[in-house]
């Protein structure tokens, strides 16, 4: 009994782990699907302009970051097998284990089926009850044969029930070995593919050393046009922020107001009644909003800004399917320095661009033929630029996921520029957004 029931716990935690790991396994096959969408999606992207014979910048920024991924899939194809060599290795000790404790009952009923040779006939079981001393002694004389018996039915049952369970964990065992094997073939077809994208990658290179000078003009084109990107971005921040800040003030001096009513009516009706005049309380004294204070003066405002700071890391993307090939900060391009303030996200062609939390249109505009839309939440605004057309207007209000308009369907025309700012402070998205 103490060996079957040391097998059932040896095969219920097996199992436990299993899942487990099937879990994980589960995950990173979600995450290995999801990149090979991202790569396929450049792919068809840099194919639509790489017969072109002007190299751009977004070019340059798709080859790498489809190198980035390609380097992900495989690191995550390695997480796959490291998880497959764990199963593995725990399936063979359970198999081991399990051919240890088959041998081990296999043993203990050849013992028993030896000892019931011996005393195969009837008369030999009654003898050895009639040989009792007493009445008490052929009763458990009796029952120990009875008991017997059954055990040795019992331990029968253990064999088999072992025994499929050892077939089953070599079954698995089996499967998980021929899942290690073509994970380490699609592995090693991925490492094919990045050496091809870095030879790619240097052909990219080898021809912009020839396109240098055009090259440069393109760089700082880019530079002259996102300069005035952020100074248009912050001029209507700067307004929104003068208007909520006005709005803030004309509320107090209404509030102020109020009291200063209430507290004249107040003295008129104790000089009416002939009672003593209340002082009347000293007008508070105007006190000049922070910008962050003015944008969250009002309990809607205060709530929006507190809903997007809780979603931080959880933010829908603002489009269904995309890659970012552009990421924050200051980066070399070349040999050129590029700041973005946000990221550049590659999307699928003409495809639609959403609000990423709940908010007010607080400016569009048209910037080379662009559209460019900002969305207030609270103290925080997001930025989608580099849009062919806009489907929302100032002041209209928001829901998270709700289509504000379209991205280009052509070359880097299909590319969103996304900001995140608390104020005019710019936020890296990748923080902001969902992994």
Known sequence: MKLHKLVSILFLSAFALSVHAQQSESQLRRKKEAIQREIEQLQKNLSKTANGKKLTIQQINGINAQIRLRQEKIGTINSEIKNLDNQISQNTNT??????????????????????????????????????????????????????????????????????????????????????????????REREKLGKDKNEQSAVLGKLSKQEKQFQQDIAQRRKQQKQLDVAIAAAIRRAVEA?????????????????????????????????????????????????????????????????????????????????????GVHMVDKASINNEGVYITMAQGGAVRAVFDGKVTTVFNQYGRYIVLISHGEYFTVYANLKSVSVSVNDKVETKQTIGVIGNTGDDAILSFQIRRVSTPLNPEAWISK
């Not at 003898?127 to 009875?146: P, S, W």
């Not at 003593?276 to 800004?305: F, G, H, R």
Request: aromatic share 8%; glycine share 4%; with cysteine.
């Open 244 to 328: 909520a800040r006005k709005k803030a003030e004309e509320e107090a001096r209404l509030a102020a107001a109020r009291e200063a009513a209430a507290a004249k009516a107040a003295a008129d009706k104790a000089r009416a009644e002939n009672r003593p005049v209340p002082t009347a309380p000293a007008a508070a004294t105007a006190k000049s909003k922070t910008s962050s204070e003015a944008l969250t003066a009002t309990p809607e405002n205060a709530k929006l800004s507190a809903g997007f700071e809780n979603n931080r890391g959880r933010l829908p993307w603002p489009c269904a399917s995309g890659t970012i090939t552009e990421r924050f």
């Open 95 to 188: 198999v081991h284990t399990l051919q240890g404790q088959l041998g081990d009952l296999k043993k203990e009923y050849a013992a028993m089926i030896r000892f019931a040779q011996r005393n195969r006939n009837a008369y030999d079981k009654m003898m050895f009850v009639f040989a009792a001393k007493d009445f008490n002694q052929a009763y458990k004389r009796i029952k120990y044969l009875q008991q017997f018996s059954q055990y040795r039915k019992k331990q029968a049952g253990y064999i088999e029930t072992t025994q499929k369970d050892l077939n089953g964990k070599i079954q698995v065992l089996d499967k998980t070995l021929r899942e290690k094997s073509n994970l380490l073939k699609e592995q090693e």
